[in-house]
């Protein structure tokens, strides 16, 4: 258990219908980040949030997708109108602000949410 | 082409044996991380590097910087090792993000006792 928890764990549902995960993080951790992972492929990035700010989205974020983290502690994140691509696990993780040289830091990884659109 | 590479894709091996997995990458870097993943999706973060070289028990990882090349050793392999190793980068790559990371595809270890 990395500290990091994440609900649903499994989600079903019909394409069309609209879906909500919520991730929780590190109570410590500023950083949040949301992650796609298809099956046998590595995780990809979907989007990234400071606190409450989110400073960064990934291209593969259609106008479907939208992630909030309106107290800079939990985040969720919403697809509506679900497609059966969008089948997948969403991985969430948190980090610290970075006190290394590099700027990063370790990202700590939720257990996921695996959705399957019918 | 993936910004990052990993080679092999799977790898089996008997315990005991000596493993090397390796992962290339194209761009400019901030960090390198090795991560594990088991059955079930939990990812766990080994290593992070900027450069040289970590420890941690049986687990060893390497970067080269020029070369844009970083290894993940492990001694004395055992069966609990058998999981999927990702080698992931932070920084000046295409779709990661200025913090995100940008995952190779993994490499499935299996170690038969």
């Known amino acids: 258990d990395t500290g990091v928890s994440q609900d649903p764990r499994h989600k079903i549902t019909k394409r069309g219908q609209n879906v909500t995960f919520r991730c929780d993080p590190i109570s410590e951790h500023n950083r949040l980040y949301w992650y796609r992972q298809t099956l046998g492929q590595g995780p990809e990035f979907l989007t990234y949030f400071q606190n409450e700010a989110q400073l960064e989205k990934s291209r593969l974020l259609s106008d479907r997708f939208s992630a909030e983290r309106p107290k800079g502690s939990f985040s969720t994140l919403e697809i509506q109108r679900t497609e059966q691509g969008d089948s997948a696990m969403y991985l969430c993780?948190?980090?610290?602000?970075?006190?290394?040289?590099?700027?990063?830091?370790?990202?700590?990884f939720g257990p996921g949410t695996r959705l399957t659109v019918l | 082409k993936n910004e990052v590479e990993q080679s092999p894709q799977n790898l089996t091996a008997q315990e005991g044996e000596f493993i090397t997995i390796n992962c290339s990458y194209s761009v400019g870097i901030s960090a390198l991380h090795w991560l594990q993943q088991h059955p079930g999706g939990g990812i766990v973060s080994l290593f992070m590097l900027s450069s040289g070289k970590k420890k941690h028990g049986r687990l060893i990882a390497t970067i080269n910087i020029q070369e844009k090349h970083s290894s993940l050793h492990i001694t004395a392999s055992h069966p609990r090792d058998s999981a999927v190793y990702i080698c992931a980068v932070t920084g000046r790559v295409t779709g990661g993000g200025a913090d995100g990371l940008t995952f190779g595809k993994g490499t499935h270890l299996i170690i038969q006792p």
């Open positions: 993780a948190s980090s610290q602000r970075a006190s290394t040289l590099s700027g990063v830091n370790t990202q700590y």
